[in-house]
């Protein structure tokens, strides 16, 4: 669709009829009344975003900051919902100017809701694109004080494996290590627990090695470790001969 404000009016048009207002304002109260909601669950979401992509598709390469600029302007969250699987579907066809367009869903109306979908999906498809100006993007972000931003460093490689570049990985959370910010020490841990997944004996070690890592992203990066470790001795103590 080339006209930016028909593509808006075709999203209102089609999440807006579905409001719920008692939803709304179970949904307000979960997210600490931060955003306003229409009151459309996650799943019900989900169908109408995908019926409004079969209708409309995606916004033209030229619209997309625009368009996903104004979803981030309407006051109800369902919208930038809407707006990050616009970004994560577009996420293929990024070009390196689009780290921009990235920074403004990381930095404006930021909460964990947004922020993890966005840096797993198109942070983290962008950066696997376009991976020489990783380090550089990182390093400002890392050393901007915005807890958002350092967040997303430390979790777009999530689900990456043995993809994972370990070096960037582990910059990040020294760098944050000593944060206060509950987000960050949970996306230590998180992030941490994820890759112990794929190497195991690395992120033991450099929790170790990382004392001034909170109690708190010390056992969620240990925790998967812990459990298989347990479900072994268990397995070996139950075994007969």
């Given amino acids: 669709m080339r006209d930016g404000k028909t593509y808006i009016e075709k999203v209102i048009g089609r999440l807006a009829p579905h409001a719920d207002e008692a939803a709304a304002e179970s949904m307000q109260k979960y997210m600490k009344n931060k955003f306003q909601f229409l009151g459309l669950r996650a799943p019900q979401l989900q169908v109408l975003t995908k019926e409004l992509l079969r209708e409309i598709g995606l916004p033209d390469k030229a619209l997309l900051e625009p368009v996903i600029q104004e979803l981030w302007d309407l006051p109800e969250r369902e919208y930038q919902y809407v707006g990050v699987s616009l970004l994560s579907s577009s996420a293929p066809d990024f070009t390196e100017s689009d780290i921009t367009l990235l920074e403004y869903s990381i ?29 550089a993007r ?38 944050c290590a000593t944060s206060k910010e509950f987000f960050i020490r ?20 450099f929790v170790r090695n990382h004392p001034e890592l909170s109690g708190l992203s010390q056992r969620e990066a240990l925790k998967v470790i812990h459990r298989n470790r347990m479900a072994f001795a268990n397995n070996t103590s139950t075994t007969r001969y």
Avoid: C
């Fill in 186 to 205: 949970k996306a230590i841990g998180w992030a941490l627990r994820e890759y112990s997944k794929t190497n195991p004996e690395s992120v033991e070690l």
């Fill in 138 to 175: 990182l390093d400002k972000w890392l050393s901007s004080n915005d807890m958002w931003l350092q967040r997303s460093a430390i979790l777009f490689q999530l689900g990456w494996k043995d993809r994972t570049r370990e070096d960037v990985l582990y910059n990040a959370i020294e760098t």
């Fill in 107 to 135: 930095t404006h109306k930021p909460w964990w809701d947004t922020l993890d979908v966005v840096a797993k999906h198109p942070v983290g498809t962008y950066f696997a694109k376009f991976p020489n100006s990783l380090e």
